[in-house]
């Protein structure tokens, strides 16, 4: 498998278009994920994973074969996603860390939820608390490599990360009630 | 919610995949087969605009300059004065000869009774076929290819009936263009596929950017009501789960509890909107320190005392200021010390102090003019304040006279007007483009002879006007601290009245860019 993509890589950087598919079709499900995890809808979704997969073909030529494809062509989609939540909407800013109220919150017990149920309720997320969310909980960033990619303090991750739980922390504590009244 | 929590709870979504509308991938196929990105073009555009700006103007400033040289030519020519070479008529030369190859041609053409007269003609009408193919690159197809074929021997069959070969390429171009046009429209169905595909993308796309920016706004407004209406929504949907008092009073409770947290962070969100955007108009200022080495040139080969003047390094250093007007353009001033100057080698000179005795020999008639009184025929000129020195005007024909190498210097403080470009800005790189004007003021004037100084240039202005062309490139090594090196040029319009000099100048600077 490995060497497949290898293979399929190496023919991408000269824009053989059946390899271009084979990537795709390998890639293309973790890819919409990602996308649908960073952006508001589905229809913003589509747009930047367009735009992100034609800038990963057009870069081929610059992966090294020295780590995992999938890492790579990831970081290249965050990378877009990124940019694009900061260009779509001017007015993007963080949260400064003396606002934050950082509290020790008691474990909770919760129900199961549905996949898509959660996904719905980041997207409903604030496009900088995704952000901050998206990269602390799914790409397992520290606050300080966050603080870098975002160009924002350290505390100001933190803050807005935990904003970020506290309204998603409602919404599930909401969806739990509601099932085991 | 705790960390640990929070990802355990997430853990579905790490690697949560969906599979995208099959539309996706057309998109993406119809965006790989276009051709190389337009902000590629757009760079190199602006790179050329910027070179032919900065080119340009001092070509404008150089011939305008020389025509002023000109009129103190004449007056000098006449006392053999300070000497400049120019160039004959080789480019009248040349236009002749094209000319007569022209009226060949032509010649040839009107007689069209041989195998010669044929081929220009049919020459021709290639030329004008190429531009043919270059215009029907688009359609790049076979039948767009049998076009030309065919309109190009329509065009070479009819020029054999008539003598008008302009009349027949256009009428034959006219006819390739139709015959292109329904050819494209009848064969490329996938192309006019994909093309609807796009078109359909497109509208697909402004609906969805309408339906984010509806979006937005109503979350710009008030963040809690769009929660609030998200949740009754979510309410309407479970009607059937949601059907007893106890759940519904609970939800309520949560739903309000949410509603005062939105009003919270909205009402604080846009107390920080303020607060963030002072320090991103801060940004836009920075400060430039540096320094750097600098020669002036000859550029076009001027002579001074009979001899070419040859090029001098010296360095210069100053302070910048730039304000980004936005992510591309930039204005910047300040100031800079900066020096121009020159060498001459082998000039003939006479050294009053050590002939005091045959001074009386030459008669001054003008401010920097001698002539000798004596039968011979070479002149002298002083080209310092200091009359111990004079130079011979034309150094080759003076025998007999001492022979020494001449320096000359002027160090000006120079305030330069700059707009800049941004060609690139990738993390932490940038390079830019900057051009402009400076005015400088002569703050140092000296002529050396043999290394040793003998005083001041007579003929400098005291102000001296230029235009500059650079291109930095920084590395941001700190937070909003750039190191840069700056490989530019300088021409400086007027720096002496009545002498050639250096006018043009490159220059290699070096320094540190503050953001603040």
Redesign the interface.
Known sequence: MKENIESYIKKCVE?D?EA??KI?QLF???L???C??YM??E??A??V??EA??IA?QKMDQFKFEGSFEGWIKRIFINKLLETLKK??K?V????VF?TEVVE?E??E?AP?E?EK??EY?Q?L?DQYRMVFNL???EKMKHKEISKLLEISEGTSKSN?N?A??????????VS???T? | ???K???S??S??????????PE??D???A??DEPKKKKRAIIWWSIAASLAIGFSVPAVLYFNSNRGNGFELNIESNTNGVVLQKNSNEKNDKLKVNKGQNKSLNEKENNNDNLNSNQVAVSTVSNNFSKNATRNQSGNNGMVRIANNKSESNAIVSNQNSTSVVSNSESSEDKSIQVTNSNSGLSNKNNNNSATNHSNGIA??T???A??IS??NA??KS?ASN?NS??SGSNNN?KG??D?T??KD??AK??S??AQ??KV?AK??KD??E??EAPKNSDKWSLQVFAGVTSSQNFNNEKTLGNTVASKQSSGYGVKTNYKLNKKWGVSSGFKINELGQKIAGVSYYNNQQQASSVAAYVPISNTIYRPNSSTNYQLVAISNNSEYLFAADSKSNVGMEKGNVTQNFKYFEMPLEVSYSLLSKKKTNIIMNTGGFVGKLISNDIALNGTSIGENKNVNDFVYGTLLSSTMQYEFLKKTYFFIEPGMNYYINPLENQSFNQFQWMFNFGLNVKF
């Open positions: 824009n278009r271009q598919l795709y293309s499900p973790i919409y994920g990602l649908l995890k508001r809808n229809d913003d589509k747009d994973f367009q997969f034609v073909f779509k909407k007015d800013f963080f949260l400064d606002e919150e474990e909770l919760l939820i996949q959660l996904l980041i409903e604030p602390f909980i799914f990360l904003r739980k506290s309204i998603l922390k409602k919404k599930i504590l909401a009630n509601s099932k009244a | 919610m705790k960390n929590e929070a990802k709870i997430f579905s979504l790490e690697n949560y995949s969906s599979i995208p509308p996706l991938w998109k993406i196929e965006q790989l697909e796309n609906i969805s950017k339906a984010s979006q937005s979350s710009e963040l929660q998200d949740f479970k789960i949601v007893n106890t759940s609970s939800l949560i739903n509890e949410v947290l939105e962070l604080s969100d920080k909107t607060k963030k």
